[in-house]
């Protein structure tokens, strides 16, 4: 199946008119498309079908938990596929079936491993800071952050280890974070916020045949081995800020196949 990948389009501020990629047979949103939501319009009508997992920047100044059943209402009304600890089948043309699982996968803070995990928490008040959200009543702070990640991480062990039973062919996993330090922008490299972007999901990743994410404003194509099966792939294709030079030699219309 051939995929179009787009993520951190960040339409509230950024300015690019999304178009169909030749011959894609899905379109994949993996997150912070656009904070207001408004820009989820520019996918109403698509002449394929969208899947959708959130970003962090979708509950900006928001409680989480009022954001959820609003998100999804949005992305129904406009035919967008929320997928959060969720998970759906489409058949490609040709005739293989492709189990996509999705979540936000938000950090558990424990790339560096539970000795590092104090310093990452204290480097990701920052970002915590800038979403500005609220759960449960509190602040949206780094502990609520990782029990949040922490769920997303159960839910993903749980999925993957599920045996197909002739009930799809592939499996395609949709995160907003990144599962591995090898996604890490290579622009910040090995320090404690980066624990806030990627997480160490490394021990999942060969259980899908590939593993799309945004949330880095980079782009990776990279692969695990695993035995007597062809590699799991990972992908990462957003596209940033412009004014950052972050775009420069994005190629929004790229085709990524499972």
């Known amino acids: ?7 951190d389009l960040h339409l509230e501020t950024e300015s690019y008119d999304p178009e169909p990629a030749l011959g894609a047979e899905a379109l994949i949103l993996a997150g912070d498309i656009d904070t207001r939501w408004d820009a989820l319009a520019l996918f109403k009508d698509w002449p394929v079908p969208v899947l959708m997992v959130a970003g ?8 989480v938990e009022e954001a959820w059943p609003a998100l999804q209402a949005r992305c129904e009304a406009l035919g967008i596929q929320l997928l959060e600890q969720a998970s759906t089948v489409l058949t490609g043309d040709d005739g293989r079936r492709i189990r996509f699982c999705g979540t936000v996968r938000w950090s558990d803070f424990d790339l560096f491993g539970a000795s590092q995990r104090e310093r990452a928490m204290r480097a990701a008040g920052y970002f915590q800071r800038v979403m500005n959200s609220r759960w449960r009543g509190a602040p949206f702070d780094a502990a609520a952050v990782r029990e949040a990640g922490l769920q997303c991480r159960a839910w993903l062990e749980q999925v993957l280890s599920e045996p197909a039973q002739g009930r799809w062919d592939a499996t395609c996993v949709i995160t907003h974070f990144a599962p591995s330090l090898r996604s890490a922008d290579p622009r910040f490299g090995k320090q404690p916020g980066t624990a806030s972007f990627c997480c160490a999901d490394d021990d999942l990743i060969p259980r899908a045949d590939l593993w799309l994410h ?23 294709q957003a596209r940033g800020l412009a004014r950052k030079g972050e775009a420069e030699g994005w190629d929004g219309l790229k085709l990524i196949t499972v």
């Not at 920047?57 to 928001?62: I, S, V, Y």
């Not at 945004?214 to 990462?236: E, F, I, M, N, W």
């Open 214 to 236: 945004g949330h880095l404003h980079c782009r990776h194509d990279y692969t695990l081995d695993r035995a007597g099966q062809t590699p799991s792939r990972v992908v990462c």
């Open 56 to 63: 962090n920047h979708e509950f900006d100044g928001r409680a």
């Open 1 to 7: 199946m051939r995929l179009q990948l787009l993520s």
